[in-house]
């Protein structure tokens, strides 16, 4: 009996070690196909999300399971912005097509977002950012754009502290523009310090209509280390077509809408 248990054991501990596998491979995995792969039920693979869920390996989603790629050392910006060069393009060119002559906007600062403000050429619309280098990257003369003012953190080019936490609380915008390190349904927003997390949650507090949040489908089911905002305070997503299909379904429950950019070959 005894050495039945720890048979039983062996194998659970090996199958969920083969679901963490397969998750961190693809990404999102269905609980239909583990359960054909494995040779097991599906509520035994239920069973083994829930467990690797509470040790933080997984996130359960409808049907499946999102391997939960936790953050550590935030990457500098200049590694930032070498990755993803096609996808960070594409997805700057679909968002920058939902602004609107005379839109204001919080645009915070990050690699993506940088991308946005390139492709943006709508006329009389005024910016807030705390990228100090955003001004280099608008070419449409007419938008306006203001600095929040702060301290310059180096590692991501980005203006921190409390000048740029009162220019945010004293300007209440109708649309922001928002990169982050990791989203996922579960954690929400993430970002990698705790200043640059606070200000973007300032930016979507004072944020009266659509928050926007661009990022690649890399950045889905990573965690970083401070939480910024719940899912719910996203109304639009903006990403690349890699996301996958039963993540865009699950955002749709939450009446989050999920725009994909083609990449170009």
């Known amino acids: 009996m005894i050495g039945g248990e720890n048979?039983?054991?062996?194998a659970s501990h090996q199958r969920q070690m083969a679901i963490c596998s397969i998750a961190r491979q693809k990404g999102t995995v269905k609980v239909s196909e583990l359960a054909s792969s494995l040779n097991v039920t599906?509520?035994?693979?239920?069973?083994?999300?829930?467990?690797?869920?509470?040790?933080?390996?997984i996130e359960r989603i409808h049907g499946g399971a999102i391997y939960n790629d936790r953050?550590?050392?935030?990457?500098?910006?200049?590694?930032?912005?070498?990755?993803k060069q096609?996808?960070?393009?594409?997805?700057?060119?679909?968002a920058a097509g939902l602004i609107e002559e005379g839109d204001m906007i919080?645009?915070?600062?990050?690699?993506t977002t940088i991308e946005f403000l390139k492709q943006l050429d709508v006329p009389h619309v005024a910016i807030m950012t705390n990228n100090p280098l955003a001004p280099i990257y608008i070419h449409q003369g007419s938008i306006d754009v203001m600095l929040t003012g702060g301290e310059i953190r180096h590692e991501s080019l980005t203006l921190v502290g409390e000048l740029t936490v009162r220019a945010i609380k004293s300007i209440y915008a109708n649309k922001a523009v928002v990169g982050i390190d990791g989203f996922s349904i579960k954690y929400g927003l993430t970002t990698s310090t705790q200043m640059e997390a606070w200000?973007?949650?300032?930016?979507?507090r004072n944020t009266r209509?659509?928050?926007?949040?661009v990022a690649d489908s890399s950045k889905l089911g990573k965690v970083a280390n401070f939480k910024t905002a719940q899912?719910?305070?996203?109304?639009i997503i903006v990403t690349d077509s890699d996301i996958d299909p039963v993540s865009i379904e699950e955002f749709d429950r939450l009446g989050i809408k999920v725009l994909t950019a083609s990449i170009p070959e």
């Open 7 to 10: 048979k039983t054991n062996l």
């Open 209 to 213: 209509g659509s928050v926007i949040l």
């Open 199 to 204: 200000i973007n949650r300032l930016m979507i």
């Open 86 to 94: 096609a996808e960070k393009r594409a997805i700057g060119i679909l």
């Open 71 to 83: 953050i550590g050392l935030e990457p500098l910006f200049a590694q930032k912005s070498t990755m």
């Open 231 to 235: 899912m719910n305070s996203v109304s």
């Open 42 to 57: 599906e509520m035994t693979i239920r069973r083994d999300l829930e467990l690797l869920e509470n040790k933080g390996l």
């Open 106 to 111: 919080f645009v915070n600062s990050g690699s």
